[in-house]
């Protein structure tokens, strides 16, 4: 009645119990101590009508809370699921739930017991096992290796009882915990089955190299001819690397690549230098192990000498030509760097200057219907502007093929930004240069035929106004002699008569206008804005005149 209680898991274990509608029970964690406190001895309060008789600082801050506080408050939990049955059945939940509580905690410290001791235990041989330093004699040689072995036979075995162990509790605590409803234990992060399994295999891993190490110390201590062996491999494993090596640095290669594949090139290089330099131990190796056998008076110290002299400067060629061709891969990147970027730089702004003369173009090739002078001439105004923005194109244009001219010069090629070519924006701009005076000739040609069309309107309006009242006149007269009753019908004869010769003889008058009507409709013209008359409507109109004259006079005969 003291630890147990101290999480507050306890306490608002048994509320869930009876009241699982009041505490979710599963949303809470060990870690939140404070809280799972804070909120059963609320509840126990405001729902169940128990009084808060501890503090929640006192329990969190305690190392161990008083148990007898803490037997009274539970046993208000007793009395409040109390009453006859329910006073025992609640009875026995409280002590199952404080048995389960009990039991589990036993198993967590359990755990974290094996698991601090099995962590230390491995981090303490693991760290051995790392220490590589010589043995100072053969004796001591052997020694360590019965120390290892009986290690691998007495030490290692019961440890790796308690790591099984140590899984079989984490598991079978994980069950209890999941069917009791209660949060899912989780250990501190070094002492979790992943990290204690990870630390159980870099031990066996350090056991094994260390076994390897100390076995070879032993044999190299035990036969000088196991140095001559591992000259004789490292230089051959060296000069197996470096055969094609220095070819391959006197490549010019780089000089036909592309930015991209040069750049994939570099990091390829750069890859080159870093196993270049991962093979200088192996090169100090073969020079160490070459003055171990001088020291020891080898017999053939002269052979191992001349290979050793003709493989040191066979590296420190392969060094130099390293460097050079480093520095001449980065002075490519450098140059095709540029190029990328004045070739971005032309894509960019070749693009808007080659929509825009292709835009101007297809504008100069319209061919706009025009039915007056002002039309035409409003079309020349606009032709002319058009004409004043050509400069700061031109400007651009030029400032484009200068980039073109720069990309050149440095290295060309053909540019991945864009399908517009230099030539294509030559070919453009010449063709709208073409296209311009060709414009001016057509909009000024067809200012002089609107111009030869308006006089035929005039013509044709002067005329049309003169052959229009005339009509209507003689309409009238026609209407006049007809309906005037003071005249013999030998006098409307007469007047008939008169008016009909007067109509022959303007026939011709008539006919001429429809001629220049003619004229204007093979004009395609077919509006005048200088007379009200249509010529159909002057023809319709002449011959009902003669019709009504004749009309007339057969009615006076």
């Known amino acids: 009645f003291h630890t ?7 306490f608002n274990a048994l509320i869930h119990k009876h009241r699982p509608d009041l505490i979710k029970f599963n949303n809470l964690s060990k870690e939140n101590a404070g809280e799972n406190l804070q909120l059963a001895f609320n509840v126990a309060e405001d729902e169940l009508d128990i009084p808060s008789m501890l503090d929640v600082d006192d329990m969190v801050n305690s190392v161990k809370p008083d148990e007898y506080s803490v037997m009274a408050y539970v046993s208000s939990y007793y009395h409040a699921f109390s009453g006859a049955q329910k006073a025992e059945t609640a009875a026995n939940r409280i002590s199952k739930v ?10 967590i410290e359990d755990y974290e017991r094996i698991a601090t001791e099995l962590d230390e235990w491995i981090k303490e041989k693991t760290a051995y096992f790392q220490d590589r330093s010589a043995p100072g004699s053969e004796s001591e040689s052997n020694e360590r290796l019965q120390t290892f072995r009986s290690y691998l036979t007495n030490e290692k075995p019961p440890k790796l009882e308690e790591k099984g162990m140590l899984e079989t509790t984490f598991n079978t605590l994980q069950t209890r915990l999941r069917l009791s409803n209660r949060p899912l234990f989780m250990p501190e992060e070094n002492k979790r089955i992943v990290e204690i399994q990870r630390l159980w295999r870099m031990l066996e891993k350090e056991e094994k190299e260390y076994e390897n190490w100390l076995l070879s110390e032993i044999q190299r201590r035990e036969q000088l001819d196991q140095l001559v062996r591992k000259f004789n491999l490292k230089c051959s494993t060296h000069e197996s690397w470096a055969e094609g090596k220095e070819e ?6 780089y000089l036909e690549a592309s930015l991209g594949n040069l750049l994939a090139m570099q990091k390829k290089h750069v890859s080159f230098g870093a196993d270049l330099g ?6 100090e190796s073969i020079i160490a192990i070459a003055g171990e056998l001088k020291e020891l008076k080898y017999p053939q110290i002269d052979e191992v000498t001349s290979r050793l002299t003709t493989l040191v400067e066979n590296w420190d060629t392969l060094g130099r030509l390293n460097d050079t061709r480093t520095n ?4 490519q990147v450098d140059r095709l760097s540029k190029v990328d970027e004045l070739q971005l730089n032309f ?17 100069l090739r319209d061919e706009p219907v025009f039915h007056f002078v002002e039309d035409v001439k409003e079309a020349l105004e606009h032709h002319e502007n058009y004409k004043k923005t050509f400069g700061e194109a031109e400007a651009e244009y030029n400032s484009i093929k200068s980039i073109h001219e720069e990309i050149t010069a ?20 010449q063709e709208l240069l073409d296209l311009v005076p060709k414009r001016d000739e057509l909009l000024n040609s067809e200012l002089e035929r609107q111009r030869a069309s308006e006089n035929l309107r005039l013509k044709f309006a002067e005329l049309a106004n003169e052959v229009g009242p005339w009509l209507e006149k003689r309409h009238d007269a026609v209407g006049d002699v007809s309906s005037n009753e003071n005249l013999s019908l030998e006098d409307q004869k007469n007047k008939l008569l008169n008016i009909q010769t007067e109509a022959e003889e303007y026939r ?9 009507n003619h004229d204007l409709q093979q004009r395609g013209i077919f509006e005048n804005r200088h007379t009200e008359y249509k010529m159909e409507a002057i023809r319709v109109s002449a011959d009902s005149l003669l019709q009504s004259l004749r009309s007339c006079l057969n009615e006076v005969d």
């Open 278 to 283: 991962a093979h200088q131990p192996r090169v």
């Open 328 to 331: 001449d891969i980065q002075a």
């Open 4 to 10: 147990s209680f101290k999480d507050g898991l306890a």
């Open 248 to 253: 391959m640095l006197t490549s010019q290669d």
């Open 508 to 516: 011709p008058t008539v006919q001429n206008l429809d001629a220049m």
């Open 98 to 107: 404080l048995q389960q509580n009990q039991e589990n905690e036993g198993m």
């Open 410 to 429: 440095v290295c060309p090629t053909e540019n991945p930004y864009t399908h517009v070519t230099v030539d294509m924006l030559n070919d453009s701009w």
């Open 347 to 363: 894509a960019k702004r070749v693009a808007p200057v080659f929509n825009w003369i292709e835009q101007a173009k297809e504008d």
